[in-house]
Structure formats: C-alpha cells, structure tokens
C-alpha cells in the first residue's frame, strides 16, 4: 500500500513537472509573437499578429525575416528619398517640384502596397506551401526589382533621387544635395542587391516545396468557387435566369 502511494506521489510529481515546462514553453512562444510588429487583419479578430514561429516552418523563418527587413529597408529609402527630394526643391526651385510631389506620393502609396502586395504574398505562401501565392510573389516582386533599379537610376521627374539626378546637381555646384542623393542612389543600388538575392533564395524555397503552376491553378478555382461574394453571384444570376425564363413562358 505504500509503495503505491509512492508511486502515485512520483506520478504526480512528474505531470506536475511536465506542466511547468509547457507553461515555460507557452511563454516563450509568446515572447517570440507579434513578428512582423503589423496586424494580420481578418473578419474573425482584428487584432490578431503574426506568430512566425508557429505559422512559417523553421527552415523558411531566416527568409521570411530576411524579406520583412527588406521591406523595412525600402520602406525607409523611401522616407529618405522624400527629404532629399525636398532638399532639392528648396534649392532648385521649380526644377526640384515634380520629383518632391512624386517622391511625396510614393511614401503614402507604396509604403502599404508593398507589404499587401509583396510581402504578404510570400508569407502565405512560406505558411501555407501556396503555390498561388508563390506566383503571385514572383509576378510582383520581379516588377518591384525593375522599379528599384530604375529609382537608383534617378531619371529627373521620375520622383527618385539616383545616380544621374544626383550627378546633375553635382554639376549645378550644388554639393550638399548632391551628396544626399548620391547617398540616396547607393541606397537603391544595394536594395536591388538584396532584392534580386532574396528572388533566388525563395525561389530556391519554392523549387523544393513541390509547388507548380498546376497547383497554383488548382488553388486559384478552389479560392474563386468557395468565395461567397462569387457564390452569391452565381445564385442570383441563376434566380434572375430561372425568372426570366418563368416569365417566357
């Protein structure tokens, strides 16, 4: 009788034991939550964040960090694009106006777009092995690669302050802006580097997950037929078909 007890006891012990190392595991996890610090927005709860150590597997997490700090990058040679384009209006005047204005746009327009368009693609892809979002990714981020190499270019009017602008202002005497834009053209020029480097590894990513074009065609009509706004259409185009046939007869 007591060495049943004991080992009862013992037993007890030890699930008590594996309880605290869950719990010491849940909070881990949840100090690792929230990455990328932006919302995952969905109709079910607003407010919930990305947890990348649960959603991406853990040989794709490097990249996918890789790819949001890209993102960050870009995100701040654009606000640094914008004070160069400003300096620049304040010295040249009207030759300056065009590219403030563009540059100006491009930081309240492709700040957002890029991460909805480019970069939430490829972690759903990461997450959830989509063969659509993969292509999706591809698609958009090959264009994203020519835009930045066309910004380091800096070609006047363009709204980017590259190589050629800042060679112009160079020539203008106009050395302190010029060296901000030569600043600014570097920056282009290593973010195409980065880009076109982080294009192989998801694209290496993508080869060994077994994702194809016919998977992602599969994945498109499954996503089209179980949309309920396309449902919804569908029953009404049938019901307005089947009343006006009624009605023909």
Sequence with gaps: MKQRQEELD???EELR???EQLQNMQRTVDKVKNFPPLPKFCCANPCFYHDISVEIPIESQRNCRM???IWQLYVFILLYNFICALAL???SGKNGATTFG???LYVFLFSPCSFVMWYRPVYKALANDSSFNYMLFFFIFFFQIVCTVVYALG??????CGWINAAGEMDNKNEGVAAMMFICAALWTVLAIFEVLLLKRIHGLYRRSGASMQKAQGEF???VMTNKNVQNAAAEAVKGGMQQGTNTY
């Design 17 to 19: 034991m594996k309880e």
């Design 221 to 223: 009509a499954k996503d």
């Design 67 to 69: 790819l949001f700090y």
């Design 89 to 91: 209006l304040c010295t």
């Design 10 to 12: 013992r037993k007890a």
């Design 102 to 104: 563009v540059a100006l």
């Design 155 to 160: 070609i006047p009017a363009f709204g980017t």
